[in-house]
């Protein structure tokens, strides 16, 4: 399972799921999903921006092993796919850059959570 995520034109960064945009109309799980990615991608585009680089040829790939018996992602890969004409000395620094990302720290130590109604409140009250 892949979300591959692109930039347009101007920069902005577009999540896909089999060529089709990923959007919360269609499913706010895959939306969640895609975040790791997006997030990497605000990270990606920012590096590329200080050094002016050209976008032109980059997107990211978020390769998932998803079990199809508990519905849970059990693997994720961020692959940063960078044009011939990067230079390779920026290789360990652009993966340093996507590590930052608080979404994929997030996935690596996810926080607790609870749920509780209006209800909940009132009982307590």
């Given at each position: 399972?892949n979300i591959?995520?692109i930039?347009?034109?101007?920069?902005?960064?577009?999540?896909?799921?089999?060529g089709?945009?990923?959007?919360?109309?269609?499913?706010?799980?895959?939306?969640?999903l895609?975040t790791?990615?997006?997030c990497?991608?605000?990270?990606?585009?920012?590096f590329?921006?200080q050094r002016n680089?050209?976008?032109?040829d980059v997107?990211l790939t978020?390769?998932m092993?998803y079990n199809r018996?508990?519905?849970?992602?059990?693997e994720?890969?961020?692959?940063?796919?960078l044009?011939?004409?990067?230079?390779?000395?920026?290789?360990k620094?652009?993966?340093k850059v996507v590590?930052q990302?608080?979404?994929k720290?997030?996935?690596?130590?996810?926080?607790?959570l609870?749920?509780?109604?209006?209800?909940?409140v009132?009982?307590?009250?």
């Amino acid at each position: 399972m892949n979300i591959d995520i692109i930039f347009n034109e101007t920069g902005k960064i577009i999540p896909l799921y089999n060529g089709k945009e990923i959007t919360m109309d269609d499913s706010p799980y895959m939306v969640y999903l895609a975040t790791a990615g997006m997030c990497s991608a605000v990270y990606v585009r920012a590096f590329m921006s200080q050094r002016n680089m050209s976008l032109e040829d980059v997107t990211l790939t978020q390769k998932m092993k998803y079990n199809r018996m508990t519905n849970m992602i059990e693997e994720m890969e961020i692959l940063v796919n960078l044009p011939s004409t990067f230079p390779t000395k920026y290789n360990k620094a652009i993966k340093k850059v996507v590590d930052q990302c608080p979404v994929k720290q997030h996935f690596v130590t996810p926080p607790s959570l609870s749920v509780t109604t209006s209800l909940d409140v009132a009982v307590e009250a």
